[in-house]
């Protein structure tokens, strides 16, 4: 049966009084007489009177204090906070969806499962892989799960390999979900250029080493094009190649992490399949691996069976369930709409004016803020506050003054990064800036580069339009 006539059945049943054929056996409901101390008071309270209007002006009011990219530019460099398309929001609320239960029957969610195969498959060509899960919760908790696949495949040889090893330019939650994944993390430097330096790396690629972690642009917008080279030593010595996907919308479309010697991938769906980014709700985080992982993969995946999509949580050798449940339907139908709609031609334009925005800026913005790494970049920038008379930090927030999100200040408590970069920012405009929007910032970036230079007081005391400007600075 579709999904949509299960999610439909069940509504009638319950519009129409008998819920009771829905969960029969259950055991009959049994009023229970309420606490005297609980029982509301049959008086007024004293609550204010306010006109609807009133209280519509009032959220809305405080809805716009909030910086997002529906209304300004977001160029949070490692983040991604691009624009969503809205197409993809309606996708995700079709009653045949929104409408199941996870606690209903399976066999009632033929519709999901057919989904879920689908873009099981979409995210395997994307990432050249062999098999997907679609549980974990978060690009984190997708990147935990396929940690624990890789010490599972270990485990599954008797080889005691304790040491996963992670470049210095790295996302923070690779040290952190290796810690925690029962790893001992240990840190691979850079060298001159923003690479990973391969003579540290094949001289810390011991017998114990279980992966190497690898973001590729890198955080510091640079491509490995040493990766060849890196994978053949990784694998040479036994070990796994992990791929961080944090960046994978600076080459979807144009070049597979699987064919360049990766075994294992986590997506961060919100960074590159237009999924909603933060704001403490649902995410999703799948994970996905070559052919020789896929018994590990948590529970449950999606298989085809004489032509029917049904789940298959029939896997001895799988790592278990990361979480409650099958994954985010709602997050996840996000992301299969992009991919139906954008095509793998669509995910290459993507990918080519990411970089393309991302360079442009770079180049504009050189003179007052050169990057650096004075090289080609990705979809990101890395860029240098070594000419402000005040810092980046201040810098940052003058910006907001003109309606643009702070980039990600390096060295500030936001990401980790090699050397002395304290001065840095790091700038990512994505695909979904106009060339207008673009323009837009980097006339910005002008007027307040001229501020610093003339009027330090000025930016000193930015930003001077919040209600709230300076807030105390953590560490």
């Known amino acids: 049966m579709p999904a949509t006539s299960a999610s439909q059945t069940i509504t ?39 006109a609807e209007v009133d209280v519509v002006r009032h959220f809305t009011r405080l809805s716009q204090e909030s910086h997002g990219v529906d209304n300004g530019p977001y160029p949070l460099g490692s983040c991604t906070m691009k624009y969503n398309p809205k197409r993809n929001d309606e ?38 892989m062999d098999a997907c899960c679609l549980a974990p919760a978060a690009g984190a ?62 001289a810390m690629l011991t017998t114990d080493v279980a992966a190497f972690m690898l973001t590729n642009p890198s955080t510091l917008g640079l491509f490995e094009d040493q990766i060849v080279e890196i994978a053949d030593a990784v694998h040479a010595n036994g070990s796994l190649l992990y791929y961080d ?42 994970v996905a691996v070559k052919a020789a992982l896929a018994a590990f993969l948590p529970s449950p995946v999606v298989v085809r069976r004489n032509g029917v999509a049904q789940q298959d949580d029939e896997r001895p050798l799988s790592i278990g369930r990361m979480k409650s449940f099958h994954g985010h339907v709602g997050v996840l139908l996000r992301t299969y709409g992009y991919l139906r ?19 442009y800026l770079q180049y504009q913005l050189a003179p007052m803020l050169p990057p650096v790494y004075d090289q080609f970049c990705k979809h990101e920038t890395l860029l240098s506050g070594g000419k402000l008379n005040t810092s980046a930090r201040q ?57 610093d230079a003339t009027n330090e007081a000025l930016v000193e005391s930015a930003p001077l339009s919040r209600k709230i400007a300076r807030l105390d600075l953590t560490t």
């Open 341 to 359: 709609t954008m095509g793998g031609a669509g995910l290459r334009a993507a990918s080519e004016n990411a970089v393309l925005n991302a360079n």
């Open 395 to 451: 810098f940052a927030k003058r910006l907001i003054d003109y309606g643009i999100h702070p980039p990600t200040l390096v060295g500030a408590g936001c990401v980790y990064f090699p050397g002395d970069l304290k001065s840095a920012m790091l700038i990512e405009p994505t695909e979904t800036e106009t060339k207008a929007s673009l323009d837009y910032q980097i006339s910005i970036f002008r007027r307040v580069f001229e501020e």
């Open 141 to 202: 908790h997708g990147e935990l799960a396929g940690l624990l696949v890789i010490r599972a495949h270990f485990g599954h040889k008797n080889d005691r390999r304790p040491i996963v090893l992670v470049p210095d330019s790295a996302h923070g939650t690779n040290p952190a979900s290796a810690a925690m994944a029962g790893f001992e993390c240990r840190i691979v430097p850079s060298d001159m250029k923003g690479r990973v330096d391969m003579v540290e790396l094949r």
């Open 12 to 50: 009638e049943l319950h519009r129409a009084g008998a819920a009771s054929d829905i969960f029969a056996g259950s055991p009959p409901f049994v009023k229970t007489p309420v606490v005297p101390s609980f029982v509301r008071q049959r008086v007024a309270i004293g609550l204010p009177e306010v």
């Open 91 to 128: 996708l995700a609320r079709l009653p045949g969806f929104i409408d199941v239960h996870p606690l209903q029957d399976t066999d009632t969610l033929v519709g999901v499962w057919e989904m879920y195969e689908r873009l099981q498959g979409m995210i395997c060509e994307v990432t050249g």
């Open 245 to 286: 996907g944090a960046n994978l919308n600076a080459l979807m479309g144009i070049v597979r992490p699987g064919d360049m010697g990766f075994d294992v991938v986590h997506v961060n769906v919100h960074k590159t399949f237009s999924t909603p980014h933060g704001g403490g709700g649902p995410g999703a985080g799948p």
